[in-house]
């Protein structure tokens, strides 16, 4: 079953999503000295800065050199766009780390993908290579249109939710821009130890009243609930679920 955490406007998502993923990093440290963290872009961002920068008991609790960083979709665009997933990474978490907090990130090859669209195939392949086949943890959002990672849903994009055997492919007409990404695919989640979406705001009520009440599995995020729901976390707000009746999936 899907565990929900669910928080009211008191109470902090961020600093229990924050434990959350402490908890994750010590379980990996104590199997295999490593924590490796797959995140997503958007929002996230926000909640991992008040979980880890400005929440210094839970920053002090953080073993950051042990921590490798990829990404479940990047956009295919230079590392200071200010679409880069990395860009916003940086900018909400690394910029405030000191010298000798140095995690280990992965971003996409920033000079291939200068090179263009012929170089995108590449990029893809790179990176395929470049990550773990178990994560400890992958921090996913929750698009309005019921995407995450770059799975978008409908039918111009079943390849991408369809595909079985390739851990990462290119995502190339995005109905989100940039219109070109990267993106893992279900097997990456489905052998990660753990996946958290995290989903906030009155925005997010229509589509999660469509995936916990209607359970409607075109949608790639309630796809994901009800592929892997053992292993499935969602940290949300009462805002967020004002719709929904019921929690369980
Ligand atoms: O590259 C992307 O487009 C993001 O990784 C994307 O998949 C994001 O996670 C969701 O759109 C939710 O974003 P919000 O949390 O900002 O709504």
Request: with cysteine; charged share 40%.
């Given at each position: 079953m899907v565990t929900v955490h669910k928080y009211t406007a008191e109470e902090s998502l961020a600093h229990n999503l924050g434990q959350f993923i402490l908890e994750s990093q010590d379980k990996a440290l104590k199997n295999h000295q490593k924590f490796n963290l797959a995140i997503s872009g958007g929002s996230l961002n926000n909640v991992l800065h008040k979980a880890f920068i400005e929440d210094k008991v839970l920053a002090s609790k953080?073993?950051?050199?042990s921590w490798a960083i990829y990404f479940v979709d990047e956009r295919l665009?230079?590392?200071?766009?200010?679409?880069s997933n990395f860009g916003a990474f940086k900018k909400a978490v690394l910029d405030h780390l000191?010298?000798?907090?140095a995690p280990k990130v992965y971003p996409i090859d920033e000079e291939l993908v200068k090179k263009g669209v012929d170089s995108f195939a590449q990029v893809t392949m790179d990176y395929e290579k470049i990550?773990?086949?178990?994560?400890d943890l992958v921090l996913l959002g929750c698009g309005?249109?019921?995407?995450?990672c770059s799975l978008f849903p409908g039918p111009t994009h079943n390849y991408l939710l369809d595909?079985?055997?390739?851990?990462v492919m290119w995502?190339?007409?995005?109905?989100?821009?940039?219109s070109d990404r990267i993106t893992v695919t279900l097997p990456v989640l489905g052998d990660a130890e753990s996946i958290c979406f995290v989903a906030e705001g009155a925005s997010k009520q229509p589509i999660m009243h469509e995936i916990?009440?209607?359970?409607?599995?075109?949608l790639p995020s309630a796809l994901v609930n009800h592929l892997y729901d053992a292993k499935v976390h969602w940290f949300v707000n009462d805002e967020a679920f004002t719709k929904v009746e019921t929690t369980s999936f």
């Open positions: 953080v073993d950051w050199n665009v230079p590392l200071d766009d200010p679409d000191p010298a000798n907090k990550i773990p086949k178990n994560f309005p249109d019921g995407h995450t595909e079985k055997h390739r851990r995502c190339r007409d995005s109905p989100k821009p940039p916990f009440d209607l359970k409607n599995t075109k």
